[in-house]
T-cell receptor, first 112, second 112 residues
Framework: RKEVEQDPGPFNVPEGATVAFNCTYSNSASQSFFWYRQDCRKEPKLLMSVYSSGNEDGRFTAQLNRASQYISLLIRDSKLSDSATYLCAVNKDSGNTGKLIFGQGTTLQVKP | SQTIHQWPATLVQPVGSPLSLECTVEGTSNPNLYWYRQAAGRGLQLLFYSVGIGQISSEVPQNLSASRPQDRQFILSSKKLLLSDSGFYLC???????????FGAGTRLSVL
Protein backbone atom coordinates (compact mmCIF):
# COMPACT_ATOMS: atom_id res chain seq x y z
CA ARG A 1 0.00 0.00 0.00
CA LYS A 2 1.32 3.44 -0.90
CA GLU A 3 1.93 5.79 2.01
CA VAL A 4 -0.31 8.44 0.47
CA GLU A 5 -2.83 7.64 -2.23
CA GLN A 6 -5.03 9.75 -4.45
CA ASP A 7 -7.32 8.98 -7.33
CA PRO A 8 -5.41 10.50 -10.27
CA GLY A 9 -8.64 11.32 -12.14
CA PRO A 10 -9.08 13.30 -14.30
CA PHE A 11 -12.23 14.73 -12.82
CA ASN A 12 -14.11 16.56 -15.56
CA VAL A 13 -16.81 18.82 -14.17
CA PRO A 14 -18.89 21.72 -15.50
CA GLU A 15 -18.52 25.22 -14.16
CA GLY A 16 -20.49 25.71 -10.99
CA ALA A 17 -20.29 22.07 -9.94
CA THR A 18 -19.19 20.83 -6.55
CA VAL A 19 -16.34 18.34 -6.60
CA ALA A 20 -14.61 16.42 -3.82
CA PHE A 21 -11.26 14.65 -3.67
CA ASN A 22 -10.07 12.17 -1.10
CA CYS A 23 -6.57 11.24 -0.07
CA THR A 24 -5.76 8.25 2.13
CA TYR A 25 -2.64 7.88 4.23
CA SER A 26 -1.14 4.82 5.89
CA ASN A 27 0.74 6.24 8.90
CA SER A 28 -1.70 6.62 11.77
CA ALA A 29 0.85 8.76 13.63
CA SER A 30 0.77 11.51 10.99
CA GLN A 31 0.00 14.93 12.42
CA SER A 32 0.28 17.45 9.59
CA PHE A 33 -1.81 17.45 6.45
CA PHE A 34 -1.88 19.77 3.48
CA TRP A 35 -3.46 20.34 0.10
CA TYR A 36 -1.32 21.85 -2.64
CA ARG A 37 -2.36 23.03 -6.07
CA GLN A 38 -0.06 22.49 -9.04
CA ASP A 39 -0.66 24.12 -12.39
CA CYS A 40 0.79 22.55 -15.52
CA ARG A 41 4.60 22.77 -15.54
CA LYS A 42 4.65 24.91 -12.41
CA GLU A 43 5.65 24.35 -8.81
CA PRO A 44 3.10 23.20 -6.22
CA LYS A 45 1.58 26.00 -4.17
CA LEU A 46 -0.01 25.60 -0.79
CA LEU A 47 -3.79 25.67 -1.00
CA MET A 48 -4.72 24.80 2.57
CA SER A 49 -3.44 23.20 5.70
CA VAL A 50 -5.89 20.63 7.06
CA TYR A 51 -6.84 20.90 10.71
CA SER A 52 -8.51 18.30 12.90
CA SER A 53 -11.67 20.38 13.17
CA GLY A 54 -11.84 20.96 9.43
CA ASN A 55 -11.31 24.31 7.82
CA GLU A 56 -12.82 26.43 5.11
CA ASP A 57 -11.38 29.08 2.84
CA GLY A 58 -13.98 30.58 0.54
CA ARG A 59 -15.17 27.87 -1.84
CA PHE A 60 -12.67 25.35 -0.49
CA THR A 61 -13.25 23.07 2.50
CA ALA A 62 -10.75 20.59 3.90
CA GLN A 63 -11.62 17.79 6.29
CA LEU A 64 -9.58 15.25 8.23
CA ASN A 65 -10.91 11.83 9.20
CA ARG A 66 -8.36 10.24 11.53
CA ALA A 67 -10.38 7.09 12.14
CA SER A 68 -10.42 6.21 8.45
CA GLN A 69 -7.09 7.92 7.75
CA TYR A 70 -8.08 10.20 4.95
CA ILE A 71 -8.28 13.88 4.17
CA SER A 72 -10.69 15.46 1.75
CA LEU A 73 -10.95 18.63 -0.29
CA LEU A 74 -14.31 20.00 -1.37
CA ILE A 75 -14.54 22.69 -4.04
CA ARG A 76 -17.88 24.43 -4.42
CA ASP A 77 -19.03 26.47 -7.40
CA SER A 78 -16.11 25.34 -9.56
CA LYS A 79 -14.44 27.94 -11.75
CA LEU A 80 -12.50 27.42 -14.96
CA SER A 81 -9.47 28.69 -13.06
CA ASP A 82 -9.74 25.79 -10.61
CA SER A 83 -8.45 23.46 -13.33
CA ALA A 84 -5.19 22.08 -11.97
CA THR A 85 -3.68 19.08 -10.21
CA TYR A 86 -4.37 18.88 -6.49
CA LEU A 87 -1.72 17.18 -4.35
CA CYS A 88 -2.24 16.03 -0.82
CA ALA A 89 0.73 15.88 1.54
CA VAL A 90 1.21 14.18 4.89
CA ASN A 91 4.12 14.52 7.28
CA LYS A 92 6.43 11.54 7.21
CA ASP A 93 7.73 11.43 10.75
CA SER A 94 7.23 13.05 14.11
CA GLY A 95 10.67 14.65 14.34
CA ASN A 96 11.73 18.12 13.25
CA THR A 97 12.64 17.10 9.73
CA GLY A 98 9.44 18.50 8.20
CA LYS A 99 9.48 15.75 5.61
CA LEU A 100 6.30 15.32 3.62
CA ILE A 101 4.99 12.50 1.51
CA PHE A 102 2.94 13.62 -1.45
CA GLY A 103 0.20 11.81 -3.26
CA GLN A 104 0.51 11.60 -7.01
CA GLY A 105 -2.17 14.23 -7.42
CA THR A 106 -5.73 14.44 -8.69
CA THR A 107 -6.32 16.30 -11.93
CA LEU A 108 -9.36 18.53 -12.17
CA GLN A 109 -10.68 19.90 -15.44
CA VAL A 110 -13.50 22.43 -15.15
CA LYS A 111 -15.39 22.81 -18.43
CA PRO A 112 -17.48 25.82 -19.54
CA SER B 1 9.43 38.47 3.21
CA GLN B 2 10.85 35.07 2.44
CA THR B 3 11.61 33.99 -1.10
CA ILE B 4 13.21 30.98 -2.70
CA HIS B 5 15.20 31.04 -5.91
CA GLN B 6 16.07 28.15 -8.17
CA TRP B 7 18.07 28.19 -11.35
CA PRO B 8 18.24 27.49 -14.15
CA ALA B 9 14.57 27.16 -15.11
CA THR B 10 15.29 24.67 -17.87
CA LEU B 11 18.33 22.61 -18.71
CA VAL B 12 19.18 20.18 -21.48
CA GLN B 13 22.20 18.02 -20.79
CA PRO B 14 23.80 15.05 -22.59
CA VAL B 15 24.06 11.68 -20.90
CA GLY B 16 27.26 11.43 -18.90
CA SER B 17 27.61 15.16 -18.28
CA PRO B 18 27.77 16.67 -14.78
CA LEU B 19 24.94 18.58 -13.12
CA SER B 20 24.71 21.37 -10.61
CA LEU B 21 21.39 22.92 -9.60
CA GLU B 22 21.29 25.68 -7.04
CA CYS B 23 18.61 26.80 -4.63
CA THR B 24 18.81 29.79 -2.30
CA VAL B 25 16.39 31.11 0.28
CA GLU B 26 16.11 34.72 1.40
CA GLY B 27 14.49 36.32 4.38
CA THR B 28 14.86 33.46 6.82
CA SER B 29 17.58 31.72 8.76
CA ASN B 30 18.21 28.06 9.56
CA PRO B 31 15.50 26.72 7.25
CA ASN B 32 14.98 23.06 6.53
CA LEU B 33 15.67 22.51 2.83
CA TYR B 34 14.46 19.79 0.47
CA TRP B 35 15.10 18.54 -3.04
CA TYR B 36 12.31 16.76 -4.89
CA ARG B 37 12.05 15.23 -8.33
CA GLN B 38 8.81 14.93 -10.26
CA ALA B 39 8.91 12.67 -13.28
CA ALA B 40 6.41 13.35 -16.07
CA GLY B 41 2.88 12.57 -14.88
CA ARG B 42 4.12 11.39 -11.50
CA GLY B 43 4.09 12.58 -7.92
CA LEU B 44 6.84 14.33 -5.99
CA GLN B 45 9.68 12.14 -4.81
CA LEU B 46 11.78 13.45 -1.93
CA LEU B 47 15.46 13.09 -2.83
CA PHE B 48 17.34 14.91 -0.05
CA TYR B 49 16.68 17.08 2.92
CA SER B 50 18.87 19.19 5.18
CA VAL B 51 18.24 20.57 8.66
CA GLY B 52 21.47 22.58 8.78
CA ILE B 53 24.77 23.48 7.14
CA GLY B 54 26.63 20.38 6.03
CA GLN B 55 23.79 18.09 7.16
CA ILE B 56 22.34 16.07 4.29
CA SER B 57 20.01 13.10 4.45
CA SER B 58 19.32 11.03 1.38
CA GLU B 59 15.90 9.50 0.95
CA VAL B 60 16.53 7.22 -2.01
CA PRO B 61 19.69 5.70 -3.49
CA GLN B 62 20.47 7.35 -6.77
CA ASN B 63 22.91 8.99 -9.09
CA LEU B 64 22.62 12.36 -7.36
CA SER B 65 24.14 14.09 -4.36
CA ALA B 66 23.33 17.22 -2.39
CA SER B 67 25.31 19.74 -0.41
CA ARG B 68 24.53 22.66 1.85
CA PRO B 69 27.61 24.87 1.97
CA GLN B 70 25.78 27.83 3.51
CA ASP B 71 22.70 28.21 5.69
CA ARG B 72 20.42 29.29 2.86
CA GLN B 73 22.02 27.48 -0.08
CA PHE B 74 21.21 23.97 -1.23
CA ILE B 75 22.90 22.35 -4.23
CA LEU B 76 21.96 19.24 -6.15
CA SER B 77 24.71 17.59 -8.16
CA SER B 78 25.59 14.65 -10.31
CA LYS B 79 28.93 13.58 -11.73
CA LYS B 80 27.41 11.73 -14.68
CA LEU B 81 23.78 12.16 -15.71
CA LEU B 82 21.62 9.25 -16.78
CA LEU B 83 18.58 9.35 -19.04
CA SER B 84 16.48 8.46 -16.01
CA ASP B 85 17.59 11.66 -14.26
CA SER B 86 15.26 13.68 -16.50
CA GLY B 87 12.48 15.37 -14.61
CA PHE B 88 11.26 18.45 -12.82
CA TYR B 89 13.50 19.26 -9.85
CA LEU B 90 12.00 21.29 -7.07
CA CYS B 91 13.61 22.87 -4.04
CA UNK B 92 11.49 23.59 -0.98
CA UNK B 93 11.98 25.13 2.43
CA UNK B 94 10.39 25.30 5.87
CA UNK B 95 11.08 28.16 8.24
CA UNK B 96 12.38 27.43 11.72
CA UNK B 97 9.56 26.30 13.98
CA UNK B 98 7.09 26.05 11.10
CA UNK B 99 5.69 23.06 9.23
CA UNK B 100 4.59 24.34 5.81
CA UNK B 101 6.82 23.70 2.82
CA UNK B 102 7.15 26.34 0.13
CA PHE B 103 8.55 25.51 -3.28
CA GLY B 104 10.85 27.21 -5.71
CA ALA B 105 9.85 27.52 -9.36
CA GLY B 106 11.76 24.38 -10.27
CA THR B 107 14.26 23.28 -12.90
CA ARG B 108 13.06 21.19 -15.81
CA LEU B 109 15.95 18.87 -16.73
CA SER B 110 16.08 16.90 -19.95
CA VAL B 111 18.89 14.39 -20.31
CA LEU B 112 19.40 13.37 -23.94
Amino acid sequence: RKEVEQDPGPFNVPEGATVAFNCTYSNSASQSFFWYRQDCRKEPKLLMSVYSSGNEDGRFTAQLNRASQYISLLIRDSKLSDSATYLCAVNKDSGNTGKLIFGQGTTLQVKP
Amino acid sequence: SQTIHQWPATLVQPVGSPLSLECTVEGTSNPNLYWYRQAAGRGLQLLFYSVGIGQISSEVPQNLSASRPQDRQFILSSKKLLLSDSGFYLCAWIGAGKNIQYFGAGTRLSVL
